[in-house]
């Protein structure tokens, strides 16, 4: 029996390019970190190298604590940058919604689901404070109140594509993985959801798949798709 639907939400409930938000996003922190005597291309640096520690996470932290203590790592002799980084997601980051190929507003589909008796998760990458995630869902007029659970990088200790950051939604949600499906565009990312027996369906319209693998076995289509698919599985 189908009682839970996962979201991811960039690339799924988000209609953009990864690499147009990437490039946006660099540009906004990198100014906003600036006047701490960050260079722009260590600000890049650094940041990745904090979301590699976080992807690689294995449980015995949070993902904000990996990342937070590579970047100080890599930054020694300069000012803190977490509190900026705090203030750039409430207030500047808001402006990287231009990267958005256009303005959804998927409020009357979660209630849609929500009313039918489904829990929802937001099940994105956890790689972000909440606010950042809060910024990023308002795009497609939604909060975090319309979730049960929404995943963030101070709430989670794994990241896709490690099937233990699926287990951990399991856990504090109290859910086996027969019972949920998961919704999202990202390949590797979403679909190794299907290898704990999660239900899975492929929003292809901005499709991630940079290692080609093939994706010809997932139910597939756009979001709307994947709630005609959700009706005809519970």
């Given at each position: 029996?189908?009682?839970?639907?996962?979201?991811?939400?960039d690339?799924?409930?988000?209609?953009?390019?990864?690499?147009?938000?990437?490039?946006?996003?660099?540009?906004?922190?990198?100014?906003?970190?600036?006047?701490?005597?960050?260079?722009?291309?260590?600000v890049?640096?650094?940041?990745?190298?904090?979301?590699?520690?976080?992807?690689?996470?294995?449980?015995?932290?949070?993902?904000?604590?990996?990342?937070?203590?590579?970047?100080?790592?890599?930054?020694?002799?300069?000012?803190?940058?977490?509190?900026?980084?705090?203030?750039?997601?409430?207030?500047?980051?808001?402006?990287?919604?231009?990267?958005?190929?256009?303005?959804?507003?998927?409020?009357?589909?979660?209630?849609?689901?929500?009313?039918?008796?489904?829990?929802?998760?937001?099940?994105?990458?956890?790689?972000?404070p909440?606010?950042?995630?809060?910024?990023?869902?308002?795009?497609?007029?939604?909060?975090?109140?319309?979730?049960?659970?929404?995943?963030?990088?101070?709430?989670?200790?794994?990241?896709?594509?490690?099937?233990?950051?699926?287990?951990?939604?399991?856990?504090?949600?109290?859910?086996?993985?027969?019972?949920?499906?998961?919704?999202?565009?990202?390949?590797?990312?979403d679909?190794?959801?299907?290898?704990?027996?999660?239900?899975?369906?492929?929003?292809?319209?901005?499709?991630?798949?940079?290692?080609g693998?093939?994706?010809?076995?997932?139910?597939?289509?756009?979001?709307?798709?994947?709630?005609?698919?959700?009706?005809?599985?519970?």
């Amino acid at each position: 029996m189908l009682t839970t639907v996962l979201f991811d939400l960039d690339g799924t409930l988000l209609p953009f390019e990864q690499e147009d938000f990437i490039k946006l996003y660099f540009a906004g922190l990198g100014k906003k970190l600036a006047p701490l005597g960050y260079d722009p291309k260590s600000v890049v640096k650094s940041v990745w190298a904090g979301t590699g520690a976080m992807v690689k996470n294995d449980g015995s932290r949070t993902n904000s604590e990996a990342f937070w203590q590579t970047f100080r790592e890599l930054n020694k002799g300069l000012p803190d940058a977490q509190s900026q980084c705090d203030d750039f997601y409430i207030h500047e980051f808001d402006a990287i919604q231009s990267c958005l190929k256009y303005r959804p507003d998927h409020k009357p589909l979660i209630d849609r689901l929500k009313a039918s008796g489904l829990k929802l998760v937001l099940a994105t990458n956890p790689l972000f404070p909440l606010s950042g995630v809060r910024t990023r869902m308002a795009w497609a007029g939604l909060a975090p109140e319309d979730f049960e659970l929404v995943t963030y990088y101070d709430n989670s200790t794994y990241c896709k594509p490690n099937p233990d950051y699926f287990r951990e939604i399991l856990s504090k949600i109290g859910e086996k993985p027969e019972n949920c499906i998961m919704i999202g565009n990202n390949v590797a990312e979403d679909m190794v959801a299907a290898t704990l027996g999660m239900k899975v369906f492929l929003v292809n319209e901005f499709l991630e798949n940079p290692a080609g693998a093939d994706a010809s076995a997932f139910p597939q289509g756009s979001v709307e798709d994947a709630v005609k698919y959700i009706a005809s599985v519970r």
